[in-house]
């Protein structure tokens, strides 16, 4: 066994051709997504009047456990991935830990994270499918630039609702967009219904992803050979960012190492999902005995604080139901720096595997977080998003941990995206003028209060 | 020989361990620096008042062909070299050219740019030393979080003097100099004497590299155990560099391929003439007859418009003379979106080798350059910073002449960085507001006029 190296590249022909299906590893499957009207389970047909057959398909499948990843998809791939697997070796020596610490970058390519995996995938279904336009909804600025780049490549329209809170701290976000020839709109918007009705109910919202996906969905409903993409919280979202893990284990298997733990920052599950999907899979047979941690903001405490059960995936309530631990769709967060973290839902196959014990979780105040950000900024090289960097919090705990027992364990974490759109955030935290904000018990009863009443 | 991929990139192990000095190679030797005062050459001893002593025996070193990089800066390197050297598929099928088109792609990391390489090294030579501080300038921002990132790394405090003009254009460049712990000063400011007499004589200049360079010397050289650490125009700065030609070698040299060009966008030259090191040495032993063009902007025109002249390196007439194309010391360039290569002067390597004629040199004015940053966005993905894409805009030029005559020229370029913190720059270009600015010959005079008076 040679030395592990800094970087842990794989080559173009080490690169996954295939997708990982987690649901199809599993003995207790997600529930299913069922219609808010009759609550019978979704057809394929009803779906794929808001997304593209293709997504629908996957979205549905739950039986193979690999989905070939089309040469069209791969050769986007080809342009930012492989991605890097790093062994943190300067943030183990300064933690003078015991524990091996790994972490898999997603951010080196210009949309700035993990979202571009299936962006690609989804708009080339939608080219392949006769689609001209794509309507999507963006928080952070992540899946929106994604999404952009994906178009461009692939010669697909790409119309963004960008949640207003996030348009306003990141202007240059759009300017992105926009230079990869989107068009972006702040959410909610006076272009929609459902954005004029949210509008006139709370006009000085900030808005939030919720918001976003109802107006979205409304454009892409209601406009000919237009079809909405969703960056995260789906299962064909997660089956995409799978590639994120198969790669993650290709190189790690070279080296023989085996994580004992596998963190990843949570707001609709993309990341985390995809991160973990093939050490899950061995998990769930009985192959090894990995830990999985979800971390989340304490600010939008899903996991920790929310409840299992049907909800809408939206805060017009235009979604199908998902069974999923929620805060209810009309919870809307605090503006905090972890705008892609801040939905009140998670994906159904993650919500099952917690609700199973497979997958723990954990929240983090964003003060905590940030200083884990800097820590690692200033020894890893890389400033990573805040979105990221509760991750990184949750993993440096951890290592913390081995230092106190001695214990030499295998630590893996999806460093989801860089930072570089989020500076007004970071110099808040140099300034020491960053607030962290925990919701009362009263605050999260009004948004379980939205949920919608399924037996 | 098997199919060249995407990116071709190299192990660790395949890393260089020694940089490129092409000073060795060349028969007609760079002049040397001279004393302004007294016109000899200057010393080591001299120089070793502002720089950092290895930093000096490399600037005077013209013999040894190559310098052994020390394990500490190599072990700085792993967390972002080897960088991805990129065979430009998508582009040369939009462009439908005969052409190979490579790119060397130096922006994966947090500084953004190439910076990093010589930052690395010189940071860690001034720690060597036993040097606590460091003052520098920075134009659009790359060479400031460079060094801010090595010193987090290397533990010696950074102090950054910001042209205004890009402080102003730029706020959050400041923000991650300041996360890395840097300390960040606007200039000219009112803090050194020189900064104070460019504000009484100009009090609304944008500033210019000349004018921030004289600050932070003036505050290294009246200041304890500090030195200053230039990001470009030196000849250790180049040599530094050289890790990026090199890398490109190796990786070239395993599929058989020969670069007919070498093209690289030119501020003060140190990306260039680290890009082409290896391939100008063959140049000079008669083994290989590559053409080597710098790109500048229009704005700012060392190589095509300027004179081969003694000058000072900095607008306060405060460095030693180094014989160089030169506009003047006291020419203030526009201020355009290039802010990297706003500088009056150009490295002597480069400069000799451009007046013996083995370079050529041309300029772009920056919406024709913004162009090809657009194009080359939108099929290769990545934004490119504006800087580099000078070096696009003629490698695009290039391959349009082969799709003319036939040829199937191999083109190297160097992307030597993302345009994440130019949005503003993009939206100008996106919204057709961007105006271009060529200097008349009037306003290149009163440069020239600045020059020093050398026999």
Partial sequence: MSKIPYKLYLTEEEAPKAWLNIRAFMKNKPAPIINPGTH?????EELSHVFCDEAVKQELNETDKYIEIPEGIRDFYKMFRPSPLVRAYNLEKLLDTPAEIYYKFEGNNTSGSHKLNSAAAQVYYAKEQGITTVTTETGAGQWGTALSMAGAFYGVKVKVY?????AMQKP???NVMETYGASVTPSPSDTTNVGRAILKEMPDTTGSLG??????VEEAVSTPNTRYL????LNHVLLHQSVIGLECKTALDKYGVTPDVVIGCAGGGSNLGGLMAPFMADKLEGKSNTEFIAVEPASCPSFTRGRFAYDFGDTGKMTPLIKMYTLGSGFIPS????GGLRYHGMNSVLSQLYHDGYLKAKSYEQTNVFEAAVMFARCEGTLPAPESSHAIRAAVDEALKCKETGEHKKILFGLTG???FDLAAYDSFNKGTMTDYIPTDADLQKGFDSLPKVD
Avoid: D, F, W
Avoid at 230 to 233: A, D, H, K, P, Y
Avoid at 335 to 338: D, F, I, V
């Fill in 418 to 420: 860089t930072g570089y």
């Fill in 335 to 338: 503006p905090n720096h972890a």
């Fill in 40 to 44: 019978a389970p979704c057809t394929a």
């Fill in 211 to 216: 918001c976003a996906i109802s107006e979205a």
């Fill in 172 to 174: 240059y976000r759009k």
């Fill in 230 to 233: 969703l960056g995260s919280v």
């Fill in 162 to 166: 960008m949640v207003k809170g996030s």
